[in-house]
């Protein structure tokens, strides 16, 4: 019998993997970090584990995160399977866009991200 998983420790989870694999961290980088095996990094990705509110502080501290980042869209209907997908992709232009040291070539970049959003679909 599969052991009943929480869905807030899986929701926690995914925006954890979500964020790990956006900043490119293996699930051994992170554990070492915080100080946890690899394996425990595991759990918490699956919910198989809860996050101890300790731990959970220093996994945002170590990704650069509010603690509410791993609570958005919780009890949100509308984030399924697609929506994690979105997700991940913006998390990753985010970074992306982040990572630009021209402030100037930074700023271009979301005026125009701004002009495409707001352009009709056809």
Do not use: C, W
Not at 21 to 33: C, V
Not at 72 to 85: H, I, K, N, S, Y
Not at 89 to 103: M, V
């Amino acid at each position: 019998m599969k052991p009943h998983r929480d869905p807030i420790d899986v929701h926690v989870g995914s925006r954890l993997r979500l964020l790990r694999t956006a900043r490119r961290l293996s699930l051994e980088e992170l554990g070492r970090r915080i100080g946890v095996t690899y394996q425990q990094i595991q759990k918490y990705e699956t919910g198989a584990n809860r996050v101890s509110a300790s731990t959970l502080y220093r996994i945002a501290q170590t990704l650069e995160v509010s603690i509410s980042y791993f609570f958005d869209g919780l009890g949100d209907e509308t984030l399924d399977g697609a929506g994690a997908l979105s997700d991940r992709a913006t998390l990753q232009s985010s970074i992306a866009i982040s990572r630009i040291r021209d402030s100037q070539v930074r700023d271009r970049l979301r005026a125009l991200i701004d002009v495409l959003d707001t352009t009709p679909q056809r």
